[in-house]
């Protein structure tokens, strides 16, 4: 019980401190601000969607790996390609955020599943407490980002 209560927390650190990274820097990118932040917000509706749906079809556990994944993916790729085209690199950033808002809503059935019926509502209270750790986290890392160059 309490490996998978670390797991659990440490999966939702680890999407409060992207998503929430991502949602305060998502103007800093090329484009218009206004137009970045209505399409990173109108495509958080898809990720849901797209959660609900790959639940359904792979379970939970695999559809939070794959949405973690191919989130992490896009963001890790997203740096390179900002030397060739800034507009795909926005893409590659917002198609990133859309896919931790799905990891997001996994992380609310996947936790309150792993724990026995007594103790469900407290295990998704604490997690997403837990999680708030990466929350606001996230403004230091894009501040420490700006300082430290790690990939120019």
Do not use: H
């Not at 191919?70 to 896919?99: D, E, H, R, W, Y």
């Amino acid at each position: 019980m309490r490996c998978r209560l670390v797991v659990a927390y440490i999966s939702w650190i680890v999407t409060n401190m992207v998503y929430y990274g991502l949602a305060l820097n998502i103007t800093a990118f090329s484009g218009d601000r206004y137009v970045n932040a209505a399409v990173s917000g109108l495509l958080e509706f898809p990720g849901i969607i797209g959660g609900f749906f790959v639940i359904q079809w792979l379970g939970r556990p695999l559809s939070l790996s794959l949405f973690m994944g191919f989130g992490g993916m896009c963001l890790a790729v997203a740096p390179f390609i900002k030397q060739v085209n800034q507009v795909a690199m926005t893409a590659m950033v917002i198609l990133g955020k859309t896919s931790l808002i799905g990891a997001f809503y996994i992380n609310f059935s996947i936790t309150g599943e792993m724990s026995p019926t007594l103790l469900r509502n407290i295990m998704v209270g604490s997690a997403s407490a837990v999680g708030k750790i990466g929350s606001f986290t996230a403004p230091y890392l894009m501040f420490l980002g700006i300082r430290i160059r790690i990939v120019a």
